[in-house]
């Protein structure tokens, strides 16, 4: 590792912010983004830096072959994912396609804010493409500073968008890792870092279209990794907001003022121009994710005005296109989760009525419910087609989406 290297990478512990906390009674995305709170419907009314590699080693699933078979859990017939027994560990060796991930905080009021929770319920559950509920046993889900504390947190975990990668920071080996589904195989992504690191510093990852490509951010710089070997890039400051189908056009933003820079690079990190962002367009939502088109020319963006959102040329920084996109039940397209193809976005919209209704005689002693649904967006057409919709019962849920191109 070359001292530079190792001193960006020192820098993404050491720079970023306190964690956020999450808000009780809302749906939270994994935030890096702490990162992204994904409430992607919104009401109607140094640069460069030269390519440093260091290359990961491979390593093997979370269980051994000798280990018992994972526990099968699949949601229940209530379609509330939470109300079945806690489910096994994900498969070492291989795996189905994952769509969505969450923390219920055990379903405990007051979520993390009241008390750290502890042990298996603790850990991230992912929902695979048929139905199955499985936990990543090996990865840091909740952690605590202490009980009472509102800076509780969780670690990030992303899912890439064919939903055949899941990126996690594993306990064991002290380090975001980053595993293959069909395979098992598990490739380290940077450096490792102590837990109160972790706490320190949470990270921001966003996959590539592909999900060969992941970029690990905190503290304003940014990594960009090849998840197949683990080699690392040391990108310019910055924060991510897109990598386009294959990383092949990395896009960044400074912001100075009230002034917005598109920062183009290559995967190698080396800067190939800088242009202006149109002040109509605003990429405040998209820090740490990827809203870079496909093809890598075009940027999605949500209107400076909160009214909608635009398209952004890459190579000007110019709007070519203004979107007022009606979502399902009110509120106009504003931000998204990632492009599901040339023309098409994918997003999460929450949905109204979550408060589980009250029985008769004394209020029952119940979690509230919370709902959201993912959706596929042409933006030709402003046509929408439901992928999926998820039900927890929980007073303080984190998630992530994933797998809407598989």
């Known amino acids: 590792m070359t001292s530079r290297l190792h001193h960006a990478l020192s820098e993404l512990a050491e720079q970023a912010p306190a964690p956020?906390?999450?808000?009780?009674?809302?749906?939270?995305?994994?935030?890096?983004?702490?990162?992204?709170?994904?409430?992607?419907?919104?009401?109607a009314a140094a640069a460069g830096v030269a390519a440093a590699i260091v290359v990961g080693s491979v390593l093997t699933g979370?269980?051994?072959?000798?280990?018992?078979?994972?526990?099968?859990?699949?949601?229940?017939?209530?379609?509330?994912?939470?109300?079945?027994?806690?489910?096994?560990?994900?498969p070492a060796e291989k795996a189905e396609?994952?769509?969505?991930?969450?923390?219920?905080?055990?379903?405990?009021?007051?979520?993390?804010?009241y008390k750290p929770p502890v042990g298996?319920?603790?850990?991230?559950?992912?929902l695979d493409r048929s139905g199955k509920l499985w936990r990543v046993a090996d990865g840091m889900g909740a952690y605590p500073t202490s009980t009472g504390d509102y800076m509780n947190s969780s670690a990030p975990l992303e899912i890439s968008p064919d939903g055949r990668r899941i990126a996690y920071f594993k306990v064991k080996e002290q380090r975001y890792v980053?595993?293959?589904?069909?395979?098992g195989r598990i490739t380290p992504v940077g450096r490792r870092m102590s837990l109160p690191e972790l706490y320190r510093a949470p990270a921001a990852m966003a996959f590539s279209g592909d999900g060969r490509w992941l970029a690990v951010a905190s503290g304003g710089r940014s990594l960009l990794a090849d998840t197949t070997t683990g080699a690392v890039s040391v990108l310019p400051a910055g924060s991510v907001v897109g990598l386009g189908q294959d990383a092949a056009t990395v896009v960044l933003t400074e912001t100075?003022?009230?002034?917005?820079?598109?920062?183009?690079?290559?995967?190698?990190?080396?800067?190939r121009g800088r242009v202006p962002l149109d002040p109509r367009a605003s990429l405040d939502m998209a820090s740490g994710e990827n809203w870079l088109s496909p093809d890598g020319r075009t940027l999605f963006a949500s209107r400076s005005s909160h009214d909608g959102a635009v398209l952004v040329d890459v190579r000007t920084g110019k709007v070519i296109r203004t979107l007022r996109i009606r979502m399902p039940g009110g509120g106009t397209l504003g931000g998204i989760t990632g492009w599901a193809g040339p023309s098409k976005v994918f997003t999460a919209h929450a949905l109204p009525g979550w408060d589980e209704p009250a029985g008769p005689g004394p209020a029952p002693r119940r979690h509230p419910f919370m709902r959201s649904r993912g959706l596929i967006i042409d933006l030709d057409t402003g046509k929408s087609r439901v992928l999926d919709t998820y039900k927890l019962r929980a007073s303080q849920i984190s998630n992530v989406y994933g797998g809407y191109t598989s």
Not at 71 to 85: A, I, M
Not at 99 to 108: G, M, N, S, T, V
Not at 120 to 126: E, P
């Open 20 to 43: 956020r906390t999450e808000l009780t009674g809302h749906v939270i995305t994994r935030a890096r983004r702490r990162r992204r709170v994904r409430l992607i419907a919104m009401p």
């Open 120 to 126: 298996d319920c603790g850990q991230w559950r992912l």
């Open 178 to 183: 980053v595993r293959d589904l069909s395979s």
């Open 62 to 90: 979370g269980t051994t072959n000798s280990a018992p078979p994972a526990v099968t859990v699949t949601v229940p017939r209530n379609g509330v994912l939470n109300d079945g027994p806690l489910p096994g560990p994900l």
């Open 256 to 271: 100075k003022g009230s002034r917005t820079t598109l920062v183009i690079t290559g995967r190698d990190g080396r800067v």
């Open 97 to 113: 396609p994952i769509r969505y991930a969450f923390l219920d905080h055990c379903k405990q009021k007051g979520g993390l804010s």
